[in-house]
């Protein structure tokens, strides 16, 4: 079996789980225990994926069972042949999505690595805006707003790990309101979205704020 089917969030759940058992590995000398930590790594995991094939979950299993660093290293270098890449997008779809926009920063999508992207995010600091992209549905859907530096730490809303933030706030309005009926939803994120995909293990906080904001 060769067809890729881990999402850059579900390898961040594969490798925290595999840090885990490593260090309890180097920590731990009680087999029970260890044992234990073995089998759960391998349920959650597989909790990731809404489902799997008997052949997936026999490339992800063995996660239960190595002993040293560098198989576990081998272990994660072998399923990145099987991570489904964040969908090729060019500079003109990114345009199209943000219509209302006049010069339009666009992120060096060639600089980027899509395997390890759960969703497309840059700033324009000029402007002190935050421009995200994410495939849903199997279309991009485009969000834009302020985003303002808090100069502190705390939990980010998208990857829910303990990061330096932002208040990112995205102007909405209700549907059929008038054009001063201008609200705003925002919440507290990862000011380095590049810290944020790469710790990422669930979409849905990140789902729910972009169908908030995009409500009109």
Known sequence: MNTPFIRNHQMNVIK???????KTLRTVA???????????????????FPALTEEQKQLLAPVSSLETAQEFQRYLDDLEAYVVPFPAITAKQIQKLFPKTKKLKLPDLDSIDLRHVTYLGW?????????????????????EGRITPTNKKGYCLFCNRHQELAFFS????????????IARYGHYVCLDNGSCNHSITNTEALEKFILAARKS
């Open 16 to 22: 925290k789980q595999a840090e885990f058992v490593l």
């Open 30 to 48: 009680d087999r029970k225990v260890l044992e234990t930590v073995r089998l759960t790594a391998v349920t959650n995991i597989f909790a990731a």
């Open 123 to 143: 700033t324009d600091i000029a402007t002190g805006r935050l421009f995200i992209v994410y495939p849903r549905d199997g279309q991009f859907a485009g969000i």
């Open 170 to 181: 995205v102007e909405t309005k209700a549907a059929f309101a008038s054009q001063d009926n």
